[in-house]
């Protein structure tokens, strides 16, 4: 009895384990997931980003600063999971410098990893996830 009891808790273990998952929903591109506002959230500095679908972005010290006190304006490039931003006003960089950082992009936020930023505020980035707000 014991061992129909062990077959049996063996078969319906093996029938559980063996379904398939449910196929994930495919990611958005980059391109849409970058669209939006998102912030960094250190207690001692805190900083907003609104990328918007024609390119701009715009980055102020919190979220409420992003229509009232810019402190860069400029443009981004997104080119896979290549971040290409220039500011071309604004207190972070001079005008016109470049800073390129791999990025993961999700629902959540994005991931910034520097390749090459001359610009030394900018890149304090560097390793952070700033949330989509």
Same mark, same amino acid.
């Given at each position: #009895? $014991?061992?129909?009891?062990?077959?049996?808790?063996?078969? /319906?273990? =093996?029938?559980?384990?063996?379904?398939?998952?449910? +196929? #994930? +929903?495919?990611?958005? +591109?980059?391109?849409?997931? /970058?669209? @939006?506002?998102?912030?960094?959230?250190?207690? !001692?500095?805190?900083?907003?980003?609104?990328?918007?679908?024609?390119?701009?972005?715009?980055?102020?010290?919190?979220?409420?600063?992003?229509?009232?006190?810019?402190?860069?304006?400029?443009?981004?490039?997104?080119?896979?999971?290549?971040?290409?931003?220039?500011?071309?006003? @604004? !207190?972070?960089?001079?005008?016109?410098? !470049?800073?390129?950082?791999? =990025?993961?992009?999700?629902?959540?936020?994005? $991931?910034?990893?520097?390749?090459?930023?001359?610009? !030394? &505020? &900018?890149?304090? #980035?560097?390793?952070?996830?700033?949330?989509?707000?």
């Amino acid at each position: #009895m $014991r061992a129909l009891w062990l077959v049996a808790v063996c078969l /319906i273990t =093996v029938a559980a384990c063996s379904s398939k998952p449910e +196929p #994930m +929903p495919p990611k958005r +591109p980059n391109n849409e997931l /970058i669209v @939006g506002e998102f912030e960094r959230r250190h207690q !001692e500095a805190k900083t907003a980003a609104r990328f918007k679908a024609d390119g701009s972005v715009t980055i102020a010290s919190t979220a409420d600063d992003l229509d009232r006190k810019a402190i860069a304006e400029g443009s981004y490039k997104l080119d896979g999971d290549q971040l290409l931003l220039t500011y071309n006003k @604004g !207190e972070l960089c001079d005008a016109g410098v !470049e800073g390129t950082y791999k =990025v993961v992009i999700s629902k959540i936020g994005i $991931r910034f990893t520097k390749i090459d930023d001359a610009c !030394e &505020r &900018r890149a304090k #980035m560097d390793s952070e996830t700033w949330y989509r707000r």
